[in-house]
């Protein structure tokens, strides 16, 4: 059993680094495609393909962040606290991804309405 446990523990940690690999990919992707629109577009159109590069970064690399915390937390410490502890993080993590959403322009809870690009 105690095997299990450190296997699920390594892929926790696994799909962890992977939010971390993605969000930092993400950045240097959105900041490569970002530079020569700046100096082919200008400032503004510069500004909006990285920010929304970035946006989607943190937001793709987040939803690995609270997977890995979940698969950790669930195979690790099976408490009330812990899973207290997990819930709080995992709704920072969400609001924060909503947020990115809504700021990105995809208005995550407009029905009806195709994201914006």
Same mark, same amino acid.
């Not at 669930?74 to 993590?93: D, H, M, N, P, Y």
């Given at each position: ?9 390594? &892929?926790?940690?696994?799909v ?5 690999a993605?969000?930092?990919l ?8 970002? &530079?020569?629109?700046l100096?082919s577009?200008g400032l ?18 987040l ?8 698969i ?22 969400v609001? #924060?991804?909503?947020? #990115? ?17």
């Amino acid at each position: 059993m105690e095997e299990i446990k450190q296997a699920f523990g390594v &892929v926790g940690a696994g799909v962890e680094a992977v939010g971390v690999a993605v969000i930092l990919l993400g950045f240097a992707a959105a900041i490569a495609t970002s &530079v020569p629109r700046l100096l082919s577009q200008g400032l503004v159109p510069a500004y909006k393909e990285l920010r929304t590069g970035l946006g989607r970064s943190l937001i793709l690399g987040l939803e690995f962040l609270i997977a890995g915390d979940i698969i950790r937390t669930v195979t690790f410490t099976q408490t009330l606290e812990s899973a207290a502890v997990l819930g709080v993080i995992v709704v920072i993590r969400v609001l #924060l991804a909503l947020t #990115l959403d809504f700021e990105m322009g995809d208005r995550p809870f407009r029905r009806g309405h195709p994201p914006a690009d």
